[in-house]
């Protein structure tokens, strides 16, 4: 929409004796030429407001439409995950060696699936939406709305496709770890800075891909290298007590703390896994670090702040470009 | 990455040069009793698309340009061009116009997709626009499911979708059709089905500006009796609409203006039946014009041809001569 202005205007209604076909609140739109810069945030987001059925809808309809509503249709949206999380058990568990020493195999693959089920939802979130522009062509050409609602419906739809398997990953959870403290809430903030922080990314990456198509083809190896420089598939106080036995490079600590998922996706893994080298270590503690939480909200905030607004000053021009 | 302001310099134009003289700057459309504030108002609008010379924009192509240290070569296509004109309330506002003269870039411009590139366009009230069938449509749901989907990307809450889901129904008539087709994914539909849905989810929306793009065209003769029906209902009830058809009866028929469209001018704007005549006239003076050239061009040809088999001829002779009767 180019600087769409919506008014009521009762005042100049009020001027004319009778305006010949009654028309209760009047909406005047204006559209004039634009440079780079931000809609008026006040009617766009009441715009996103008032259509935000449309954006949950669009989302459970995508989903029923390729009959992921059905029992056998939610069991592969669970298989999947959990196909994936085998293959890394059996890259980490062979390979690596890792669950050798000092716990279970099947304390190590539930580690495994906390990170990577959260990794995958971050990365669903963003790859959906980085297509959600280019795929949404004949939606953005045909029609005026606020765009940013196809990402946030594919959000919606990465976060209907999260929440079966965390059922899964509770079953098993509940398996292994017996007793559970009231440190389990935690999760619930947790969730929510990393849908805000991945939602940001997306909106980043689904302005990006209009520019750079072959970025949809690039952005699942940048997601693949992402996981092995989160501690996702090591938690990280594992891969410190390596850097301090000398058997890893003092560089990957300083890969670890510079990334901005790291302390979000370790304070989930504290808060389920506990904070040992290994998941459910004797003497773990399961309480997360506040400074983590708070550095991980900052982070999403931040991601929020700069993708909205690309994605925001330059939607006027998606109908150009596709 | 260029951005569509207005004050940037253009390029490269092209265009074929307008025919016609361009359009006055305002044509106004209405002699009966003016309101004040018209529905819609398009003053000096000018769209142009900048198109680069790549077709694909791709990081790849970026990165490569940027090492060969080459410029992406910028077209711009005028697709409308200082347009100016006011539409009433309760107007039906026929455009018309040959492919490409603009007039769906110009709908997209009243409806808010396109920017302006400058110029400016007031819209009062609430506008549907039926530029394409089934947008937002997924064709593995049922009709049903679609018509609230469709009715969601229009803007509707599911309450007011709820409220006019069985007229939807009822205009679109499946069931005569096919029983029960309704309720059937999309995907098993006809295309004419389909449209018949997709057309009835746009009308029903009550909007107060209508905005439709060779909707029309869509379904059989009997559907597009009802269509049409339930467009002029749409106008009685003092409701706007523009319609750009290249289905000239239609527009002859429905519309109480007329506005002609070439090369992203207006060129007249008036009463339809005259503006019609005006436009068939045109193009069959085109065609004539065309033939004319077709024609000329052949003749010539012809001539050619003959002078060339002429002068063959005569090198033969000569030929023959210089080496004597042995060829």
Known sequence: MATATSETASVEEARLKTPEPPRPAEQVHVFEPYRYALPKLGPYFRDVWSRRQFATHMASSTLKGQHFDSFFGQFWLVLNPMLLALVYFLLTSVLGGQSGAGTSAMNHFVGLLTGLFAFFYTRNVIQFAASSITGGGKMIINMSFPKVLLPLSTTFTAMLMYFPTLLVYAVFYVSVHHSVTWNIFWIIPIFLIQTVFSFGLGLLFAAVTLYFRDMSTLLPYVLRIWMYITPVLFSLSYVKSEVAGNKLPHAILAVYNWDPFSPIINSWNTVLVGNGPRPFWPHASYAPQLSEILVGAVCAVLALVIGAWYFMSREREFAVRL | ?327
């Not at chain 2, 997209?108 to 039926?130: C, F």
């Not at chain 2, 049903?144 to 990307?153: C, D, F, T, Y």
């Not at chain 2, 009822?170 to 994914?185: H, N, Q, V, Y």
Request: include cysteine; proline fraction near 4%.
């Open chain 2, 1 to 327: 990455m260029s951005s569509l302001s207005a004050s940037e310099t253009v390029e490269t134009v092209e265009t074929a040069e307008s025919v016609q003289t361009p359009a006055p700057a305002t044509a106004a459309i209405a002699e009966k009793p003016l309101d004040p504030r018209p529905a819609i108002k398009v003053e000096d609008l000018h769209l142009y698309y900048r198109t680069k010379a790549e077709a694909n924009p791709t990081l790849k192509a970026a990165l490569i340009r940027k090492v060969k240290r080459q410029k992406v070569e910028q077209k711009v296509i005028k697709a409308v061009q200082g347009v100016s004109f006011e539409v009433p309330h309760g107007t039906v506002l026929g455009v018309i116009g040959h492919n490409g003269a603009g007039k769906s870039t110009l709908l997209r411009a009243l409806s808010g997709i396109l920017p302006p590139t400058q110029g400016r366009v007031e819209v009062r009230g609430r506008v549907s626009t039926l530029l394409a069938l089934g947008v937002g449509f997924n064709q593995n749901l049922t009709g049903r499911e679609n018509i609230v989907l469709g009715g969601l990307a229009q803007g509707w809450s599911k309450d007011q979708i709820r409220e006019k889901e069985n007229s939807i129904i009822d205009f679109a008539d499946l069931d005569t059709l096919s029983e029960g087709a309704i309720d059937r994914p999309m995907k098993t539909y006809s295309s004419g089905m389909y449209a018949r849905v997709a057309f009835a989810v746009g009308v029903h929306m009550d909007p107060d500006i209508l905005l439709v793009d060779e909707a029309l065209s869509a379904g059989d003769a009997r559907f597009k009796e009802r269509a049409t029906e339930k467009m002029l209902e749409l106008c009685e009830n003092a409701r706007t609409i523009v319609l750009v058809s290249h289905g000239l009866e239609t527009v002859r028929h429905m519309s109480n203006h007329c506005i002609w469209m070439d090369h992203g001018n207006l060129v007249q704007s008036g009463d339809p039946d005259e503006v019609i005549d005006n436009y068939i006239e045109k193009q069959h003076k085109d065609r004539e014009e065309a033939d004319r050239k077709k024609a000329a061009a052949e003749a010539k040809e012809a001539q050619e041809d003959e002078a060339l088999a002429a002068k063959a001829e005569k090198t033969k002779e000569a030929l023959q001569k210089a080496i004597g009767e042995d060829v």
